[in-house]
């Protein structure tokens, strides 16, 4: 990924290219495989990996702008743990409990035949099928 298109994944999400957003942006989309993500494990790995310093609220910060620029998408696991996924396509999930992983299933690999109607007023935004895994 070029720097100039880092550049234009953080103005069209609000955000100045600072030398630790541009790092989070280089580490979360300069990749080639999807990426599921907490912000405490971005943060660990960050720090792991790179050679600056980020504040806990930089990185969540970040990562929300992402989501509201529509660059990450949100999966919540049980209520409890938010993930953030690198893949913005329509697809579904696997969770591994005991590792706590999340993997990609295409969408075209799960068949729906029949959903029901959502309630009076409601739309329904998006189907995501989430098979949980044990060993």
């Given amino acids: 990924m070029k720097k100039t298109d880092i550049f234009k994944k953080l ?3 609000g955000l100045r290219p600072t030398k630790q957003r ?3 942006a280089k580490f979360l989309f300069d990749r080639e495989k999807t990426f599921h ?4 494990s971005l943060n660990k790995l960050l720090e792991k990996k790179t050679t600056s310093k980020f504040a806990l609220a930089t990185i969540y910060n ?3 702008s992402f989501k509201n ?3 990450l998408s949100e999966v919540e696991v049980k209520g409890n743990k938010t993930y953030f996924d690198t893949n913005v396509s329509n697809h579904h999930h696997f969770y591994d409990s005991e590792t706590s992983q999340l993997i990609d299933i295409d969408a075209k690999e799960v ?7 959502a309630p009076n007023g409601k739309k329904i935004k998006n189907v995501e099928v989430f098979i949980n895994l044990k060993n």
Avoid at 111 to 117: L, T, Y
């Fill in 111 to 117: 068949v729906i035949q029949k959903i029901p109607k």
């Fill in 37 to 40: 993500f907490t912000v405490e």
């Fill in 11 to 13: 103005r069209s999400s």
């Fill in 22 to 24: 541009v790092e989070i």
């Fill in 69 to 71: 620029a529509g660059h």
């Fill in 62 to 64: 970040t990562v929300h």
